[in-house]
């Protein structure tokens, strides 16, 4: 069960200050300029963008990324797809496998729903047993007398990430066969996507690994298309490559997600000089609430924040006081700061410390609501409350 929403919804119109903690902050202003630069990027470079909305998990955000020219959204999961089509979006790319018979009846009825919606949905796949699948439930949702509909189907590439998809080349181009088979599936494309890269830190490392998997998806739509097969969409790409991607040539559509909240991991990356200057947007509100002789406790562990990717970074926002911290682990409901030159001087008791997740994704699962703010993290005002949709949505 859910904590009502009532008590976060009087906050709005109420200053940053009276946000109890901890809580998840969302500056709206950065990720509005983050919306923006992305938006310009894509247009300069002519690619379409679908971020990946597995990471806000927000039907709002989503409307939102489309209202500012994003051609849909990704999801990674079939409940994602689920809710956020329940909050209005309509165009939604699973860009992930699903196998289990029960799953793909969800997805087969998805996909009617949406196309009575005028929208539509669309999916990767990496194994004949997954094609069949999902045409076999396509037709069972269309014979029990829903809205005739295609799905759009991405033959899902393993472009050195070494998690999901097939093998480049003629293992591909006998899948993307395999799909033109079934009246319910419409071959969408390729899906290469590189996680991997993502995170290397060098800007020359992730241009070096983004050049190999251009060369991979070259090669196999060049085989595709010499046996009739069309390929209309490339997508792929992460917030650490997207500008490899987008100056290819290659790649129709950008994933990027992490880009509109930015956390402290894709922080520590070298930034390529392509890439726009996107601004953290997502915060851990937090407060200490005991202070030692060389260290500081706040509010705020690891069920506030994932720690998978590196603990928060400490932000100091304009005007608070320039106290040089680092966050250390602390457990489940505490953070230990410390001064980062020993010696160096502790927050007070009662003081506020704002913290950048490490990794924003699974940040954002551990809330249901994020608390939207305008005007800064010092002087602003709660503006709205985001609710986290698809908190938990798994399956
Ligand atoms: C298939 C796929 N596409 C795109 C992304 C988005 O990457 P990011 O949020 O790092 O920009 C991810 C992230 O894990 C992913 O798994």
């Not at 090669?219 to 997207?242: S, Y």
Request: proline fraction near 5%; glycine fraction near 10%.
């Amino acid at each position: 069960m859910k904590p009502p929403h009532e008590p976060l919804k009087k906050l709005v119109g109420h200053p940053v200050s009276a946000i109890d903690t901890p809580a998840l902050v969302l500056d709206l202003d950065a990720m509005q300029r983050n919306l923006g630069r992305m938006a310009e990027f894509a247009r300069k470079h002519e690619v379409r963008w679908r971020p990946h909305a597995k990471m806000h998990k927000s039907a709002a955000i989503a409307r939102l990324q489309m209202q500012a020219g994003a051609c849909g959204v990704c999801v990674q999961k079939t409940a994602e797809a689920e809710i956020l089509a329940a909050g209005g979006v309509h165009d939604i790319y699973i860009s992930n496998q699903v196998v289990a018979p029960a799953k793909l009846a969800r997805v087969a009825a998805l996909a009617h729903l949406l196309a009575a919606e005028r929208g539509q949905l669309a999916i990767a796949v990496d194994s004949g047993e997954g094609v069949t699948g999902l045409a076999q439930a396509m037709n069972a949702a269309r014979a029990s007398g829903a809205t005739p509909a295609v799905i759009a189907v991405f033959v899902e590439i393993d472009v050195g990430q070494g998690r999901c998809g097939v093998a480049p080349g003629a293992i591909a181009v006998a899948l993307a066969h395999e799909v033109r088979r079934h009246a319910a599936l419409r071959l969408a494309g390729l899906q290469a996507y590189h996680g991997k890269a993502q995170h290397l830190r060098s800007a020359r490392e992730r241009r070096e690994a983004i050049a190999g998997v251009v060369r991979d998806v070259q090669a196999t739509r060049a085989l595709m298309e010499a046996q009739g097969l069309k390929v209309e969409c490339v997508t792929g790409a992460g917030t650490g490559t997207l500008v490899c991607e987008a100056a290819s040539g290659a790649f129709n559509e950008l994933q990027a997600g992490s880009f509109l909240f930015m956390d402290a991991d894709y922080a520590a990356n070298e930034r390529d000089p392509a890439q726009p200057n996107f601004e953290h947007a997502l915060f851990v509100k937090s407060q200490v609430m005991s202070v030692a002789a060389d260290h500081a406790v706040c509010d705020a562990g690891h069920k506030s924040h994932a720690i998978d990717s590196g603990m928060p970074r400490v932000h100091l926002p304009e005007g608070a006081p320039r106290l040089a911290l680092t966050y250390h682990n602390g457990g489940d409901e505490h953070g230990i700061l410390r001064a980062a030159e020993p010696g160096g001087p502790l927050p007070r008791l009662g003081d506020t410390v704002w913290l950048i997740p490490g990794h924003c994704d699974p940040t954002v699962n551990l809330h249901d609501f994020m608390v939207g703010v305008r005007g800064g993290l010092a002087h602003g005002q709660v503006d709205r409350i985001v609710r986290v949709d698809a908190r938990g949505a798994a399956s």
